[in-house]
């Protein structure tokens, strides 16, 4: 039997999870995924949460989350913009943003983000960013035939399965518009403490612990 979450090629995004999942508080009882997508994660995380509730606009990708996630009781979705969406104060234990806030204004969204976390609650992101000067080109020489041996390698695995056709599989895309500096400097005066990192593939990530004190 063919996974729900089995994927035809290697996912820049997936590469992440267990790095994501290693910052999942203990005993978490609420988490959030913005942009869930297919919910993909969100069933990961599942295993690491009391419940999930995963947003996102995309009608289409919500149908299939839901479609796929039957047999995860734990995981609500939601078809709704992260940006007028009712969060709640202090409500989430735990949320993740994966390659979905540079869908977003940032500053304002990172503060709704920041005021829904619960005291000591985890805001983990992995985002893209816009590639501007020839150090955000440096690790392309590393992540380039990293990602072709990936993908190479997947194909061969999946060949001779199949997976289903009729569910949509990715969320619309678009391309960020902030630079790694502009977005540290942002995070930086938003969430202090905040963990910034450039990573392969073309993402950096950021782990924020909630302090409310330090946040006001």
Same mark, same amino acid.
């Given at each position: 039997?063919?996974?729900?979450?089995?994927?035809?090629?290697?996912?820049?995004?997936?590469?992440?999870?267990?790095? @994501? $999942? /290693?910052?999942?508080? &203990?005993?978490?009882?609420?988490?959030?995924?913005?942009?869930?997508?297919?919910?993909? %994660?969100? /069933?990961?995380?599942?295993?690491?949460?009391?419940?999930?509730?995963?947003?996102?606009?995309?009608?289409?990708?919500?149908?299939?989350?839901?479609? @796929?996630?039957?047999?995860?009781?734990?995981?609500?979705?939601?078809?709704?913009?992260?940006?007028?969406?009712?969060?709640?104060?202090?409500?989430?234990?735990?949320?993740?943003?994966?390659?979905?806030?540079?869908?977003? &204004? %940032?500053?304002?969204?990172?503060?709704?983000?920041?005021?829904?976390?619960?005291?000591?609650?985890?805001?983990?992101?992995?985002?893209?960013?816009?590639?501007?000067?020839?150090?955000?080109?440096?690790?392309? $020489?590393?992540?380039?035939?990293?990602?072709?041996?990936?993908?190479?390698?997947?194909?061969?695995?999946?060949?001779?399965?199949? /997976? &289903?056709?009729?569910?949509?599989?990715?969320?619309?895309?678009?391309?960020?518009?902030?630079?790694? &500096?502009?977005?540290?400097?942002?995070?930086?005066?938003?969430?202090?403490?905040?963990?910034?990192?450039?990573? @392969? %593939?073309?993402?950096?990530? $950021?782990?924020?612990?909630?302090?409310?004190?330090?946040?006001?």
């Amino acid at each position: 039997m063919i996974s729900p979450d089995a994927s035809p090629g290697f996912n820049h995004n997936d590469f992440y999870h267990r790095f @994501l $999942l /290693r910052h999942v508080p &203990p005993d978490c009882g609420l988490a959030l995924d913005v942009g869930c997508g297919t919910g993909r %994660f969100a /069933r990961q995380l599942a295993r690491h949460a009391r419940a999930v509730k995963g947003v996102d606009q995309a009608a289409e990708v919500i149908i299939t989350a839901r479609v @796929l996630s039957q047999s995860v009781p734990s995981v609500d979705y939601v078809e709704a913009d992260v940006a007028s969406h009712d969060l709640g104060d202090r409500r989430y234990d735990y949320i993740s943003c994966i390659a979905s806030i540079h869908h977003m &204004p %940032f500053a304002e969204t990172v503060t709704r983000l920041r005021e829904a976390l619960t005291p000591g609650g985890v805001l983990a992101i992995v985002g893209c960013y816009r590639q501007a000067t020839w150090v955000d080109y440096l690790p392309d $020489l590393i992540a380039i035939p990293a990602n072709l041996a990936a993908n190479a390698t997947v194909r061969a695995i999946t060949r001779y399965s199949g /997976r &289903p056709t009729t569910q949509v599989d990715t969320a619309p895309v678009t391309m960020p518009q902030m630079t790694l &500096p502009e977005i540290k400097r942002a995070a930086h005066r938003l969430l202090p403490g905040a963990v910034i990192r450039r990573r @392969l %593939f073309w993402r950096y990530s $950021l782990i924020y612990k909630h302090s409310p004190s330090a946040a006001r």
